[in-house]
């Protein structure tokens, strides 16, 4: 790239710099100290999955440390195609019965082929997450090829990715950062005190227009439409740059400095996105305001903000598992090396990659993470880098309160109160129905219709396990004013079902239908079915939720009623000829043409649910055993996430640390540590590091089980700042197998059942007030 003089900047925005370089390395630093915190390499990143990530929520960010060219690929979390659009088909109301009636009569594959004409969405497809484009930084004095010392980093403590390298006599330094509190990129450059030329610019696969504007680089465009859906966005990134000594000149090629003796570059990009029904902002002017406020901060205070703020959440938690003496190698060595040599250090580090890649993608007033994060590289990413909420969204979540970060869990909030407004139209228009509906998956408009295909579509329970969802986040810290908040989302998603549950021929029970078991095929050749497990599972919580917040909160005791007789007349669980829990109404799970399928969602009242217990139901937990041997531990990504935290709750730690493995494989993990589905998917980060919790440490109502699934590989470890349901803080170490110490802290005054093996304890907490407990109490009766 040639380098430009025009517009050369004079105060402003190339305003002189109090030692920002010498900040950033003191932050790197500091937090190099913290264990389990850093994601290293020997060379670039070649391919995207070895880029490393970084984000605030509204931007995400992937550093692939190039020596001469510095790729950053960029996105903004609602540059999604298209448009705010309705996908209520007409005929669906109509066709309804008829569907039924054929599942009814075990007519599958013509139910399948009439709801794929009359109950679908249309359009049948929902819209995709959008890549924004690339920040390239050119560096036109640097001899690629005589760099050496090369070394990129990823510090999840200080939230700064680092690139650095030696080249003819001078270190290259470039450090990154999303700022979580002032909204931009922040991208600092060196060469050690040396004086050096910089070209920058952005490209995009998506129509965009590159201009000057006020000193600043601004790249605008419109987004894409798909699938018959105007794009009706506007988005823009705007790129300023400040130096210490130097010139800068922006044209409409980019930016260009020349002899700087730093450089650093802020970037703000944004959309006309206001919510699922307004596309009305303006991103010129969102740019402008978030760039020109992150201008008026040094360096050093960009900094320091952003890192108070990251750390606040990420110092809550530590984790130590022990050590394989690895943890010095870089981390791709240790992916690959981990299978046969299973590393408890890399282990630790996933879990630690798990919640910064949280408070990266989903940070309060976010939306939240989709199937990606907020990390994606394509205009037609795979399974549209969605929300899929027949498993992969809500995993994305199961980290939230356990690993401690509960702030995390407010953009899922929000997202699931707008799917209920766009949900209470289809249930109305599709279903004939109250309350509101979701299906498998949606997007950033909140389509809540049946998408896809019929056979993974058809699915009514999604809305429903979004909702038992929020009860949860609210059980891990019963505040009664976020209670008030979620309650009517949780009644209304409870009414749909009063209304559209269907008697079951013969029994009288109350069943679903149409639906199927998450994407898993029966043996009469279709998904399409009445009634199966999960379903069943998910509406027993659902109503037991609601009404227990009802009474709570005093509400609508006469609908209470109402739901609890709903409630009674489910279908219940049901263990099949081979000893196995029965995915649907009849034993079919032997002949299935899928025995191991990836999901397992007939052991959703194992986990994330709680119907299923060893000592509650130790009948039930035998048969969801069968069916998970059965299953097989080979799966997805996230397969191997859910799979994990199963075996964790049927406490055998050996293998759970086996499925744990497979997932820290090269198979199952990138370079980079993103979860290999493959390809890339989040979900498998966030399962795997809730898994690990759940080796560690369970609660169930007033229950707390230490080390229910410790495995021999890690016989000495700790894991402190973790949270357990009913506002209870946990701290605990353990030595050859068993616990040393258990600090309990409740916010308010409780009492618990501690049990660690078959020993327990009753021990009551005072309210802020830590107990500690030593192990010998724990570990003899
Ligand atoms: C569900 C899963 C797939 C994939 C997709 C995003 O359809 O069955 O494996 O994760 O979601």
Request: with cysteine; charged share 20%.
């Amino acid at each position: 790239m040639k380098l430009r003089r025009r517009e050369l900047l004079s105060g402003g925005l190339a305003a002189t710099v109090a030692h920002p370089a010498a900040a950033l390395a003191q932050g790197a630093r500091a937090a190099e100290a913290v264990p389990n915190s850093l994601l290293w390499y020997s060379n670039p990143a070649r391919i995207w999955e070895e880029a490393l990530p970084l984000g605030n929520g509204r931007l995400g960010a992937m550093v692939f440390g190039g020596i001469k060219r510095e790729r950053i690929q960029l996105n903004e979390e609602t540059l999604w195609s298209g448009g705010p659009y309705r996908a209520v088909n007409p005929r669906a109301l109509a066709a309804l019965p008829r569907v039924r009636q054929l599942i009814f009569e075990g007519k599958y594959r013509e139910a399948e082929a009439l709801a794929a004409k009359d109950l679908q969405s249309e359009p049948m497809r929902q819209m995709s997450y959008q890549a924004l484009g690339d920040l390239l930084i050119d560096l036109p004095g640097i001899n690629e090829t005589s760099a050496t010392d090369y070394r990129r980093s990823l510090d999840l403590d200080a939230a700064v990715a680092t690139t650095r390298f030696t080249s003819e006599g001078k270190t290259v330094t470039r450090e990154a950062f999303a700022s979580l509190t002032d909204g931009v990129l922040v991208i600092h450059l060196s060469a050690g005190g040396a004086p050096f030329d910089v070209a920058v610019t952005l490209t995009s696969g998506q129509r965009v227009s590159l201009a000057a504007d006020s000193g600043a680089l601004v790249m605008a465009g419109w987004n894409n439409e798909d699938r018959g859906i105007a794009g009706q966005l506007r988005f823009e990134a705007r790129l300023a740059a400040r130096a210490d000594g130097g010139e800068i000149a922006v044209d409409n090629g980019g930016v260009t400095a020349l002899g700087a003796r730093s450089l650093t570059l802020l970037l703000a990009a944004a959309t006309s996105h206001r919510g699922p029904n307004d596309v009305t902002a303006d991103p010129a002017e969102r740019t402008r305001t978030v760039l020109s406020a992150a201008l008026a901060r040094s360096d050093s205070d960009l900094l320091a903000r952003h890192q108070a703020a990251h750390r606040k959440l990420f110092r809550r938690v530590s984790i130590d598992l022990g050590s394989s003496g690895r943890g010095d190698r870089p981390t791709d060595q240790r992916v690959r090396r981990n299978p046969g040599n299973p590393d408890p250090a890399l282990a630790a580090l996933y879990f630690q990659y798990g919640r910064y890649l949280l408070i990266a993608s989903s940070p309060p007033g976010a939306q939240p993470a989709n199937l990606q994060g907020k990390w994606n590289d394509s205009n037609q990413p795979p399974w549209g880098s969605k929300y899929t909420i027949n498993i992969n969204a809500e995993m994305n979540y199961w980290p939230a309160d356990s690993a401690n970060l509960p702030e995390c869990f407010e953009p899922f909030v929000r997202m699931v109160e707008e799917l209920a407004a766009s949900g209470a139209e289809t249930a109305r228009k599709m279903y004939g129905a109250r309350g509101w509906v979701a299906h498998h998956n949606t997007d950033l408009w909140r389509n809540s219709g049946p998408a896809d295909h019929a056979r993974t579509g058809i699915w009514p329970c999604g809305g429903a396990w979004l909702a038992c969802q929020l009860w949860d986040h609210w059980d891990y810290h019963r505040d009664d004013a976020y209670l008030r908040r979620i309650y009517p989302v949780l009644r209304d998603a409870a009414l749909f079902f009063v209304d559209t549950l269907q008697s079951e021929p013969g029994t009288g029970l109350l069943v679903t239908n149409p639906s199927n078991s998450p994407e898993n095929e029966h043996p009469h050749g279709s998904t399409l079915c009445a009634g199966p497990a999960m379903d069943s599972q998910i509406l027993r919580d659902l109503f037991d939720r609601i009404c227990d917040a009802a009474r709570r909160l005093g509400r609508d005791s006469q609908l209470a009623a109402q739901f609890a007789a709903t409630r009674r007349r489910l279908a219940p669980d049901q263990i099949g000829a081979a000893g196995q829990l029965q995915e649907w109404r009849a034993d079919w799970d032997g002949a299935a043409p899928d025995p191991h399928h990836r999901h397992v969602s007939h052991l959703y009242a194992l986990y994330p649910g709680q119907q299923i217990d060893i000592d509650a139901t130790p009948a039930l937990a035998a048969a969801a055993k069968r069916s998970l041997d059965t299953r097989g531990d080979d799966a997805t990504g996230w397969g191997l996430g859910w799979r994990l935290n199963l075996w964790a709750r049927l406490r055998d730690g050996e293998r759970a640390n086996a499925i744990l493995t497979r997932l820290l494989s090269p198979e199952r993990t990138y370079p980079n540590l993103f979860d290999a589905h493959p390809p890339f998917q989040i979900d498998g980060n966030f399962g795997g590091a809730a898994g690990i919790i759940e080796m560690l440490a369970q609660s169930r109502e007033e229950r707390i089980l230490l080390l229910p699934a410790l495995p021999r590989a890690w016989p000495t470890g700790a894991i402190r700042g973790i949270r357990l349901r009913g506002g209870i803080g946990l701290d605990l170490s353990w030595r050859e197998g068993v616990v040393e110490t258990a600090t309990l802290t409740a916010a308010t005054a409780t009492r618990r059942t501690v049990a660690v093996g078959s020993v327990t304890r009753e021990v009551r907490l005072r309210g802020g007030r830590p107990l500690k407990l030593a192990g010998a109490a724990l570990t003899s009766a």
